[in-house]
């Protein structure tokens, strides 16, 4: 059954609103944790991100973080969580770099759903291995938010780790599973997250596999990877960080002919997406100035190894979701 938020529960808007749920949150985690261990899958996206930080001021080092590299993160972002958890905030962290693990389970896989399958359970079985050489773990801690839960009746296969196996005994720990992306941001704020974290654009768990469109390779997925870091660049340096929710690359599974050095030269087209919106349930369009689409497009386009092509993705939602996959 869908778990309903309250129609008397608050929208977090101020600091105090948020020092009043973490309190009562720390009350909770600590009621249901006792003196257990909790695993927890850092991504390093503003949910997960608000969990560990919740959890460490709650729980401290009976929290045990697991960064995951899927491979399919975007530039230095593993290196960025690395920094934040394991050198500021001193946390308990294990980071796994299983980039060949899933790149090579996803080859040749282009339906959307059973990619997400695939990396979802993957990073289930890496935990799984994981809590097993970790002995004592009880609890798997998610940043789990309300849209998901919203959207979880088949629309999507899951969001984030989701669908334990069945011999897996952790009771689950989520504390932000009734808020919605702007308040988890507050909250973030007010447990004292940098804000270069907390107001991060959100990553979805799988990645940028749904980005790759169709099958994954991983030449596909490193251009993907470098106009994606490319196009951040250009929104930070722009001041666009602050305006646009999210904004990111998708690169479809198609060449199209092009000419370079006076010679043919096929490449993927890159597809850039930039939407406002404060539930991610409904977004529209930034208008990005054309100065500046032409400006990212003569970059991605010299300097990404295979993309040959730029094109501005003007699409609300409804009708096309944010993610392309
Ligand atoms: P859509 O594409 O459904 O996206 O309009 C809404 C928001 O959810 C993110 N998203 C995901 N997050 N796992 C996640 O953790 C997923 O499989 C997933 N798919 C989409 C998306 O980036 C957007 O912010």
């Not at 394991?86 to 040749?108: E, H, K, P, S």
């Not at 959307?112 to 935990?127: H, L, T």
């Not at 990404?304 to 730029?310: F, M, S, T």
Request: with cysteine; aromatic share 6%.
């Amino acid at each position: 059954m869908i778990e309903k938020r309250p129609e008397s529960m608050e929208r977090i808007t101020t600091p105090a609103l948020a020092d009043k749920f973490i309190e009562e949150q720390i009350a909770e985690i600590r009621a249901q944790v006792g003196d257990k261990k909790v695993l927890l899958a850092l991504s390093g996206g503003v949910d997960s991100s608000v969990v560990a930080a919740l959890l460490i001021k709650a729980i401290g080092k009976q929290l045990v973080c697991v960064h995951v590299n899927h491979g399919l993160m975007r530039k230095g972002e593993s290196e960025q969580v690395i920094e934040v958890f394991q050198n500021q905030l001193d946390a308990n962290l294990i980071y796994i770099d299983a980039t060949d693990r899933f790149l090579d389970l996803l080859a040749g896989v282009a339906e959307p759903e059973k990619k997400r399958k695939i990396i979802g359970g993957e990073f289930i079985k890496v935990f799984d291995e994981e809590a097993r050489k970790l002995e004592g773990i009880s609890f798997l801690a998610q940043g789990t938010i309300y849209p998901d839960i919203l959207e979880s009746d088949g629309v999507k296969a899951h969001h984030n780790v989701g669908g334990l196996p069945e011999d897996m005994q952790f009771e689950l720990v989520e504390p932000v599973r009734l808020l919605y992306k702007d308040e988890v941001r507050v909250v973030g704020k007010a447990l004292g997250l940098p804000a270069s974290m907390v107001d991060r654009q959100p990553f979805p768990g799988p990645g940028l596999g749904v980005r790759c469109l169709g099958a994954i390779t991983r030449d596909r997925l490193n251009a993907l990877r470098e106009a994606d870091a490319i196009l951040r660049e250009e929104f930070d340096k722009n001041g666009l960080n602050n305006t646009v929710w999210q904004y990111f690359i998708a690169v479809p599974d198609m060449k199209s002919v092009g000419v370079k050095d006076s010679k043919r030269y096929e490449g993927w087209p890159a597809i850039i997406r930039a939407v406002n919106t404060t539930d991610a349930m409904s977004a529209t369009i930034e208008e990005i100035p054309y100065s500046l689409l032409h400006h990212i497009t003569a970059r991605i386009t010299a300097e990404v190894d295979g993309i040959n092509r730029v094109l501005y993705d003007l699409t609300p939602k409804p009708i096309g979701t944010i993610e392309w996959e």
